[in-house]
């Protein structure tokens, strides 16, 4: 994906991109988009470890909220991952296109503020439980004890 952000991004082949990156004594690295997908990819490893050996131990909404965090969490790691290719881009080129490689990641972008809302809507199910339980009648009335 970083490699087509480039792409998209400069409106050449890939090849010709990274030679014009280097004539302009720009970098461009592979690693950190390797190292973004295998981070992933180990973080969804134990996360389906983590549910699928502490199943009866782990609420629904702990794993639902644990993975939908990972995913959540995609975005902002692949924006440092991916900043510093798209920044030698901007550098190479003066009439570079940053709205088609934004219009790439998009979906990456929506995806992880979707996720977002679900890992913080998991979060609440303990937190509104633990609310009405103590707001129950008989129990709290107004911060005061009713005995």
Known sequence: M??????????????TTIADMKAADQQYSTIPGLGFAALGILMALVWGAITMWCRAEL??????????????????????ASFANLNSVGDTYAEWNSGAAFVLEA???????????????????????????????????????SA
């Open 2 to 15: 970083n490699d087509w952000a480039v792409v998209v991004a400069s409106g050449l082949p890939l090849d």
């Open 59 to 80: 609420p629904v909404w702990a794993a639902l909220s644990l993975g939908a965090g990972i995913l959540a969490l995609g975005a902002p790691a692949y924006f440092f």
């Open 107 to 145: 979906p990456l972008y929506a995806a992880s503020g979707f996720s977002f809302l679900i890992a913080m809507g998991a979060l609440a199910v303990p937190l509104t439980k633990a609310v009405s339980r103590k707001t129950s009648p008989g129990q709290w009335h107004g911060g005061k004890d």
